[in-house]
């Protein structure tokens, strides 16, 4: 029964995190599809220069990406009792994450625009904002896990 209510309310978090950013998607592509006099009637809004996403944001995919393949990696070698493995695993997935962040920071620091430039300044800032810091809490949670292999506390 503890199980079951573990799993389910891992579950609904996952729905209320897909739901939450959602809404940021759904607000960018609305305003982006049907841009308002207010903003100039275009995308991206008059005076806005637009972040090239072949650069850097798609250097932060390339990383997120990997990420997720070294983490899996990492468990399937819990799961396959290889424990140097699953901790090589769980420190390239920290270090993927930690490059992540500070790609995102110098992105933030070096934009052309601000959260008070429109709508695509806030939700830009605070759609990749809240993402980055799923990111961290992700990394401490995933240093803890690694700090927890390496004393042993895992099992096949």
Request: net charge neutral; charged share 5%.
């Amino acid at each position: 029964a503890v199980q079951q209510g573990l799993r389910m309310g891992m579950i609904l978090f996952i729905v209320s995190e897909i739901m939450f950013f959602f809404a940021f998607f759904w607000a960018f592509f609305t305003s982006s599809l049907s841009p308002v006099f207010n903003i100039g009637g275009v995308w991206p809004p008059a005076g806005i220069e637009a972040i090239s996403p072949w650069g850097l944001p798609l250097l932060n995919t390339i990383i997120l990406l990997s990420s997720g393949a070294s983490v899996t990696w990492a468990h399937h070698a819990i799961v396959g009792g290889f424990k140097k493995d699953a901790l090589l695993g769980l420190v390239i997935t920290i270090i993927f994450a930690v490059i992540f962040t500070g790609l995102q920071g110098f992105e933030y620091v070096n934009a052309p625009f601000a959260m008070s430039d429109s709508v695509y300044g806030s939700v830009f800032f605070m759609a990749t904002g809240f993402h980055g810091f799923h990111v961290i809490i992700g990394t401490i949670f995933l240093f803890v896990c690694a700090l927890r292999l390496y004393l042993n506390h895992f099992s096949r």
